[in-house]
Nanobody, 122 residues
């Protein structure tokens, strides 16, 4: 059974930092593209960042470039999202998603976690 378990969300002031974790099981981690989407109330889902566990290639949405960093620990089957210089507009539920290719991930054709709330206050 595929499982993606997110942790690390919470409430932080603008300018602060959080680190999200996504622990994966039930599939061959090294072959997958794994990353984070977010969805705020009333807004469309946005692909935030993704990493290829096989070669480390990364993707970032323009809205987070220079502030967020994605990484993976293949020995632990875990992906991390370090979020710095957080802004109120980063407030959303963040979902971990894993797919066999970046294209599938970007289209949302993926395994999904349950989500973790990130709230950035002014």
């Amino acid at each position: 059974e595929v499982q993606l378990v997110e942790s690390g969300g919470g409430l932080v002031q603008a300018g602060g930092s959080l680190r999200l974790s996504c622990a994966a099981s039930g599939f061959t981690f090294d072959y997958y593209s794994i990353g984070w989407f977010r969805q705020a109330p009333g807004k469309e889902r946005e692909g935030v960042s993704c990493i290829s566990a096989s070669d480390g290639t990364t993707y970032y949405a323009d809205s987070v470039k220079g502030r967020f960093t994605i990484s993976s620990d293949n020995a632990k089957n875990t992906v991390y999202l370090q979020m710095n210089s957080l802004k109120p507009e980063d407030t959303a539920v963040y979902y971990c998603a894993a797919a066999f290719s970046f294209r599938s991930w970007y289209r949302g054709h993926a395994y999904w976690g349950q989500g973790t709330q990130v709230t950035v206050s002014t």
